[in-house]
């Protein structure tokens, strides 16, 4: 399999890997560990907690089910969320940890674990040959936009999870 997943199978293998690895990592944390500001942020936002990396996975995506949906019922699609353009990705994660801010550790790793589910179920559910036709947002294919905002984020989050796990000496 190639880094960037250009069917349908190859897509499903890499949400399914990114996920396992990560999920297995955030198993290890114990959840009185879960708000230590300690994980990079990726948005200049400084450190965010474990339960804040897992708030903006969960956040991409229920957008990445969204938009999916709201195709299905031919509405107009604001990407990447209604009251954000693509160059406030910042503030948008912040949104996303302020959404989860209240939720406890493990209502987190079960929503993230549906989320992905779903986002798994809505994949084997797609015609293989409509998931990389280019057109679906601008040029990008549906496939392309769904791994961009799922996998690809749980991999660069995981790196960033594991240093949290090695900087606290979790065994």
């Known amino acids: 399999m190639s880094s960037i997943p250009a069917n ?3 897509l499903l293998l890499a949400i399914e890997t990114a996920f396992d690895k990560i999920f297995k990592d955030y198993q290890r944390i114990p959840p009185e560990m879960s ?14 907690s474990v339960s804040d990396s897992l708030a903006y996975l ?23 969320a209604t009251g954000f353009a693509w160059n406030q990705l910042g ?9 989860y801010q209240d939720w406890q550790y493990d209502e987190l790793l079960q929503e993230f674990e549906s989320v992905t589910q779903q986002v798994l179920a ?13 057109g679906w947002y601008n040029d990008w294919s549906q496939g392309r ?8 984020p749980m991999k660069s989050m995981r790196t960033k999870v594991r240093r949290f796990i090695k900087a606290q000496k979790i065994t």
Not at 35 to 48: F, N, P, Q, T, Y
């Open 8 to 10: 349908k199978a190859d």
């Open 35 to 48: 708000r230590i500001l300690g994980v990079e942020s990726g948005h200049k936002a400084g450190l965010i």
């Open 58 to 80: 969960i956040g991409w995506g229920r957008l990445v089910l969204s938009w999916h949906q709201l195709k299905a019922d031919n509405q107009d699609v604001d990407f990447p």
């Open 91 to 99: 503030e948008l994660a912040q949104h996303f940890y302020r959404t």
């Open 122 to 134: 809505l994949i084997e559910a797609c015609d293989p040959n409509s998931l990389y036709q280019a």
């Open 145 to 152: 936009m769904i791994q961009l905002n799922t996998s690809s």
